[in-house]
């Protein structure tokens, strides 16, 4: 059992949980004005639609797939939310997560710089629950390799059962 402090007992509520828990240490939403500044970082015009797309992968928390962000914004159709995430992509505004599930997963980028990625983590997929978590405070082992072999991207995925998963 995990003894939570007075602070994030209260924001647990009734219903805590080890998921909530998980999503309360993780999550730190942009707001409205840092997602324009990151848009106009990336030369992307921030209009409604690419706002709420970001804000929902901000607020997420956890990289989202198409599918799941189309769940999540009502007013966007499918087409509407792919066309961002390829602008964004194109951008460098999202990291591109591959977690071997039937659909890659977006999360935004919020290194300052373009040409070296300082944001980039591990993520711990969840065989049960399907989710893949951001463990923001692990930054990815660098790994030498051999000269003339030139990343541009890396990926860096364990997989096991979450912590909400392992309570049952
Ligand atoms: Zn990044
Ligand atoms: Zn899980
Ligand atoms: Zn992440």
Known sequence: MIHFSQKVR????????IFSFFYYI???PMERKEIENLMQAHGIRPTANRISIAL???????????????DNLDTIDK??????LTLFRGSHMVHVIE???DSVRYELCLSESEHHDSDEHVHFYCEKCGK????????????????G???TSTNYMI??????????
């Open 99 to 101: 977690d071997g599930s």
């Open 56 to 70: 929902a992968l901000s607020r997420a928390g956890r990289p989202m797939s198409l599918g799941e962000l189309e």
């Open 26 to 28: 993780c999550v730190n």
């Open 159 to 168: 997989k096991g059962v979450c912590p909400a998963c392992s309570q049952d």
């Open 10 to 17: 209260e924001r647990l509520s009734g219903s805590a949980s």
């Open 149 to 151: 072999w030139t990343p």
């Open 132 to 147: 893949t978590f951001c463990l923001n405070d692990i930054s990815i082992p660098s790994v030498a390799l051999p000269s």
């Open 79 to 84: 087409s509407g939310i792919s066309r961002a």
